[in-house]
Each structure stands twice: as structure tokens, then as C-alpha cells.
């Protein structure tokens, strides 16, 4: 946690105004030759012309084959163990050229191990750690499918297994986690770095005689993965820790796998996580899709009453709203932290309305762009991040004048406008940097630690002025990392396409305790069919906190009927469905099918197949919402008794009701219609 600043917010007004034994028993370490590298010298660090990798450290842990090395400066040169117990394992205290390096091995659960490793030097002086780079090498039994999470996102769903797989995670994206796994979604093999904020690039390769084998051929080569960790700031430390989430257990599925994955980084970094907003689950309607940039205050309220008639109780502003009219948005034009006052005269008039409505209002921000038509570009364009001489169009994260003025902006946004929480947008800044120009102040010269600190001081900061305050970032933003800065994660932009909105929520939901999944904003257009905007409804219900998009002063009647019949429900039901357990059913896609207990009531969802059984034990009411077909035809295992069957339609009007009793096997055989292909079921259990 940041410590609160005093605030300054006079510039923002003016601009306004104007150890174990591993693998069945042991784990062994080898140690390779490597060429001899010069010791490091009283002048400093080495650089870069002697910049070598150290020797390898090797050893074999579950169904894995080990090698880990760092780049170091001043160099490493041959780890030697301090101990020696008597039995060969990755575990202990190692010596290099003036360094000590501890590893420690924790058995985290069935063949589940984690890794942690402290580097520092034994004379207490700074060192550059450079690279950091573990590979692993498996067999090919039981690798069908291989992942990173930016693999399982947006259009970038790979299903099939590759030749080659690279991606890359650091502070602003994704995570840096690899995972294997079978066919029917069980977990082979789940590796990850613990700590999320430096860059990690990951590589995997299949089908390579170069990878070595069991044996010879092909068919036997391992599949190989590795994670190597670049520190390209290039910034002295007096100590490195990480850890080696290390996953074997083929007893869990593959979203098991990553939830306990979430569950160790956190631990690993101490997070706790703050408690839920009294309007964290409020229903969304968002300008943007329905308006773009061409907003202003009497659209906006309108459509605000108008939503309110559907039930929906947030309301976004997306980008628009702090640029004026004659510009479009652009990252030219964004960086500006107040209501333009030519497109909303009255916005905390507005605001005040909305409120008065039961509603709440979020405001798009891009904390880090600043564009050359922003009021507050001459005050701070000498702030801008440069890469390789050239200006990029965001703030410089590492320079306190950054910090103090975003943290003064939101001061001024949560205090004047009473406003209710931010959207964050345009997060992805370079991987690199050039240095901060001498006699700057700065917050840390590690541009990718000033990130995260930056971050973190802004969301402390909406929360002193506003406790239930909501941060939504989007994906690839919304990574683990970003759980220690937000409130919900967002999927990538999929508005259109409701089941690879759903399936990026199902990878959200992996992050676990500490933030709510929202689904994306869908939207339609006013031409689509009743059924299909029943499906997109239904689709948001199940995902998370739902969201929509559409222009609702030209929205058809029945598309408004079918919106606040879905959003009644939800109302109904928003804890159970954003904070139950969500399983899903099918590996591929793993959002066809899904299920969520909490509080003895179950909610299946049947988005893309009709599952030929599903199970459930210790409820009492069951919903089975099947946007699929007009057809409901399933075997439902687990419960016992009398249960009263309803069928309802799209907008949630009961087309009949019928009584069904469990039969010896404790399932009941469901064989119904509806009128339409996208209808729900409801289950009581009377006896």
C-alpha cells in the first residue's frame, strides 16, 4: 500500500476551469561445465562485454527435467553447494563468485511443488540480475493441448497443439504460466514464475528431436517449455527472490491447475484483498459501443433513464467525455481529468440525477496517455516515456510528477464529480525504456516496479475518497498482477461474439479471491433476432457481472423486454452467480458448458452442446439455462426426492410446470421443450 500523499489539486481546477524428495523420492542435481568468467572487480560491475551465463543448475522434479541459470552482473560463475546431507536434491545454499543463492522446496499438495529461490551476495553490496532463465523438459504422454494465457484470449484461442508456442507477460499483461493438459481438460503439467511484474518470455516446442527424448524418434521427443525471466531495466538490487509453481496432478482439471496457481502467487506476495463494494455486482450499460466518442450530457442522461426502466443500476462513460466536441478520440487527445464543458455544462447535475435514480456512474480513463491536445500537455510533456529518443505517447511511470498529478486527477474526480468508480484503458506501454534524464525525481527507476507502484497509488487513492469505489481493467491488463490495483477484470474486447466473451470470463475466474469477473459490454444490433439477444443476455448473467452496449433510445420493445427480464433475474441471483464456484464442464471450448453451486442453489449453462449428463449434490434449487436449443434433453445425477420441473421462456414466463420424482440412482431423466432456443428450466426440490 502506498502512503497517502497531501494533496495539490490547484493545477488540476486551473486546467478544469481552463525440501523434499522429488519425483517418486529424489531430485537430482547435476552441475555443468561452463567456461570460466573474470570475478567481478572493486570497480564495479562487470558489463556488458563480460556478461556471461552461469553454470546450470539441474535436476529432475515430478515428470520434469530442470535446468535454471542466471545472467548476473558482476558474474556467476560455478554454483557449489554449501551442504551436503547425503541426498542429491535441488534444496540448499549455494556459493558463486561472491554470491549466496538459498533454494528451498516446498510440497505444496499431490504432486504439486514449489520452488523458491533468494539470490544476494555475501558482502551486502547491489548487483544486476539480468536474465533468469528455467526450462523444462517432459514426455509426450498426455500432452494434447499447451497454453499461455495469452493462448486462451480473445481471438488468439489455440486449440491445437503447437509446433511452437512464444508469448511473453511483465507488470502491464498477462501472466508468466505455462500449462499442459489432456483432452478432457485434466492438468498434466502447470509451470510458473511466482513473481508477476518483470518481463518473462515464454517459449514451448513440440515434435523436436532436438529436445532430447525417452527414446529415440520423434514420437518420443519431449515437449519443452521454458520461462526466462529478463530484467530489462537494468536497475541494481541487493536481493532477488522468486519461486517455481511446479503442477503435476492429473487428478484436477486444467482450470483447477491455474486457480491454485493464482492462490501461491498471492500467498507469495502477501496479498489480502480488500472487500467487495456495496455496488461491485450493479448491472452495466456502457456508451461505447452504442455511441463510440459522440456522447454529451443530454444523450447521457437519457439513456441513463432509460436503462434505469431495464434494471440497470451502473453506468459507464467511455471515452468522450473529457475531450471536446470537435475532436474524435485519439490518444492525441486524451490525458485531461474533467467533464469537457461544451459536450456536459452540468455534469455534477448529472451525476447527482443518476444517483437519485439508484444508479452509479464510471468514468474511461487512460492513466497513462497524454496526448499533444490535452490541457495539461504543456505541463507535462517533458514527462513522457522515451524509447530509444523517441517520445511514446504515455506518461514516463517512473517520474513522481507522474504519480502526484494522476493521484491529484483522481482526487478531483472522485471529490467534484462524486463520481463511483474508473474504467481503465491503454495500459501497454513498452517493454523498454531509455533512462530517466539526471536531477528528475523519481519514484523508482525500474519501469516496470513504477508501474505497479503507480497503480497501486491510484486505486488507494479512489478508495480514500470513495471505499466502494469499482477499477475495472480489461484483459490483457487484467492479469494477476493487476489484482493488487483493481476491482473486476474485463475480457478483451469480444462485444459481438457472446461465447468468446463467456470463455475469456472462464480464464478470469481462475484468478480467484480478490477481484470479480465482468463480462465484456456485448452488444447487437437493433435488426438481431429476439432468441439470439435472449442467448447474449443469458450469456452475461452466467459470466460474471454483466454488461451490455446497445443504443437503447432506437432498442426494439422485445429486446428491452428480454433485457430487463434477464436483469431481474440477476438481481435475484447476483451473489450466488458472481461469487459461486464456477466449474466449467468441457475442456474445449471450456465456456460451452458451465456450472455454478453456491448457497444449496446450482445454475447450469448450456451455451454451445447438450451434455448427456451433469451432476450435483446438496442443493435444493437447480436453474439449467439453455441458450443452445429449443430442446432440454439431459440425465441430471446427485439429487434425490420429489423436485417441481418449470419451463420458461425467453423473458422468463413460465410455459408449463410439471413434478418429477429421482429414481433409485438418484438422477432424474429430463426430456423438455420450449418455444423458443433459448429458454431456462427451474428445479425445487418439494420432498
Not at 252 to 267: H, N
Not at 314 to 319: G, H, P, V
Request: with cysteine; proline share 5%; hydrophobic share 40%.
Amino acid at each position: 500500500m502506498m502512503n497517502k500523499t497531501t494533496p495539490r489539486r490547484k493545477f488540476i481546477k486551473q486546467l478544469a476551469g481552463s525440501t523434499m524428495a522429488i519425483a517418486a523420492g529424489t531430485s537430482l542435481v547435476k552441475a555443468e561445465n561452463k567456461p570460466e568468467v573474470p570475478a567481478a572487480t572493486d570497480r564495479g560491475y562487470a558489463g556488458a562485454a563480460m556478461w556471461q551465463v552461469s553454470e546450470d543448475l539441474t535436476w529432475d522434479t515430478l515428470r520434469g527435467h530442470f535446468k535454471m541459470n542466471l545472467t548476473l552482473d558482476p558474474p556467476a560463475q560455478k554454483w557449489e553447494k554449501q551442504s551436503d546431507d547425503g541426498i542429491a536434491r535441488i534444496a540448499g545454499e549455494y556459493r558463486s563468485n561472491g554470491y549466496l543463492l538459498k533454494i528451498d522446496v516446498l510440497e505444496k499438495a499431490y504432486k504439486t511443488v514449489i520452488i523458491n529461490f533468494d539470490l544476494s551476495r555475501l558482502d551486502g553490496k547491489p548487483f544486476k540480475i539480468l536474465e533468469n532463465r528455467v526450462e523444462c523438459k517432459t514426455s509426450y504422454a498426455g500432452v494434447y493441448k499447451l497454453f499461455t494465457t495469452g493462448t486462451m484470449a480473445q481471438q488468439n484461442y489455440r486449440i491445437d497443439l503447437p509446433f511452437v508456442l512464444q508469448g511473453q507477460s511483465r507488470a502491464q499483461f498477462e501472466h508468466p504460466i505455462i500449462w499442459m493438459q489432456q483432452t478432457d481438460g485434466r492438468n498434466t503439467l502447470t509451470l510458473g514464475l511466482l513473481s508477476q511484474i518483470h518481463t518473462c518470455n515464454l517459449e514451448a516446442s513440440t515434435y523436436n528431436p532436438a529436445n532430447g527424448g525417452e527414446a529415440p524418434g520423434i514420437a518420443n521427443s519431449y515437449v519443452r517449455a521454458g520461462l526466462n525471466r529478463s530484467i530489462t531495466t537494468g536497475v541494481p538490487t541487493h536481493s532477488y527472490k522468486d519461486g517455481i509453481y511446479i503442477n503435476a496432478d492429473d487428478n484436477v482439471t486444467w482450470f483447477e491447475a491455474l486457480q491454485d496457481y493464482s492462490i501461491t502467487v498471492d500467498e507469495f506476495r502477501d496479498f489480502e484483498p480488500d472487500p467487495i463494494s456495496d455496488w461491485a455486482l450493479n448491472p452495466m450499460w456502457h456508451s461505447w459501443y452504442a455511441h463510440a466518442d459522440r456522447i454529451d450530457e443530454a444523450r447521457i442522461r437519457n439513456d441513463a433513464q432509460l436503462a434505469a426502466k431495464l434494471g440497470v443500476t451502473t453506468i459507464e462513460l467511455d471515452a468522450g467525455w473529457n475531450i471536446p466536441w470537435e475532436h474524435a478520440y485519439s490518444f492525441d487527445t486524451d490525458g485531461d481529468y474533467f467533464f469537457d464543458g461544451g459536450r456536459f455544462p452540468d455534469p455534477v447535475g448529472m451525476v447527482k440525477e443518476m444517483h437519485n435514480n439508484g444508479q452509479r456512474v464510471i468514468l474511461h480513463v487512460a492513466p497513462l496517455l497524454m496526448g499533444k491536445h490535452a490541457k495539461a500537455w504543456p505541463a507535462m510533456n517533458g514527462c513522457m516515456l522515451m524509447v530509444d529518443g523517441q517520445a511514446q505517447p504515455y506518461l514516463d511511470p517512473r517520474m513522481r510528477k507522474v504519480h502526484d498529478y494522476l493521484s491529484d486527477a483522481w482526487e478531483y474526480m472522485f471529490d467534484t464529480y462524486d463520481i463511483d468508480g474508473l474504467w481503465y484503458d491503454f495500459l501497454e506501454i513498452p517493454e523498454k525504456a531509455d533512462p530517466v534524464p539526471a536531477g528528475i525525481s523519481t519514484v523508482s527507476l525500474d519501469l516496470h516496479q513504477a508501474y505497479t507502484l503507480l497503480m497501486q497509488r491510484l486505486y488507494r487513492k479512489a478508495l480514500e475518497c470513495n471505499p466502494n469505489a469499482v477499477i475495472i481493467l480489461r484483459r490483457g491488463s487484467a492479469n494477476l498482477n493487476a489484482k493488487t490495483y483493481c476491482t473486476h477484470v474485463w475480457p478483451m474486447d469480444v462485444p459481438q461474439d457472446y461465447n468468446m466473451n463467456r470463455r475469456d470470463v472462464v480464464f478470469l475466474k481462475t484468478y480467484g479471491a480478490g477481484v470479480l469477473t465482468h463480462a465484456c459490454c456485448t452488444s447487437w444490433a437493433i435488426s438481431e433476432s429476439d432468441v439470439n439477444v435472449a442467448r447474449q443476455m443469458a450469456s452475461i448473467t452466467l459470466a460474471g457481472v454483466p454488461a451490455f452496449s446497445v443504443i437503447l433510445q432506437d432498442s426494439p420493445t422485445t429486446h428491452n423486454q428480454i433485457v430487463k427480464a434477464w436483469l431481474e433475474f440477476y438481481h435475484r441471483h447476483k451473489e450466488d452467480l458472481v461469487l459461486g464456484q464456477l466449474t466449467p464442464l468441457l475442456p474445449t471450448p471450456p465456456s460451452a458448458l458451465l456450472k455454478v453451486v453456491r448457497n444449496k442453489q446450482a445454475f447450469f449453462g448450456f451455451f454451445e452442446a447438450i451434455p448427456g449428463l451433469i451432476t450435483v449434490e446438496g442443493v435444493r434449487k437447480i436453474f439449467i439455462i439453455n441458450a443452445y436449443s429449443n430442446r432440454t434433453t439431459t440425465r441430471l445425477e446427485g439429487v434425490s426426492g420429489q423436485w417441481k420441473v418449470g419451463v420458461f421462456d425467453q423473458v422468463w414466463e413460465e410455459e408449463y410446470a410439471l413434478t418429477l420424482a429421482a429414481d433409485e440412482n438418484n438422477g432424474l431423466n429430463l426430456n423438455l421443450s420450449a418455444s423458443t432456443g433459448c429458454h431456462a428450466v427451474m428445479l425445487t426440490k418439494t420432498g
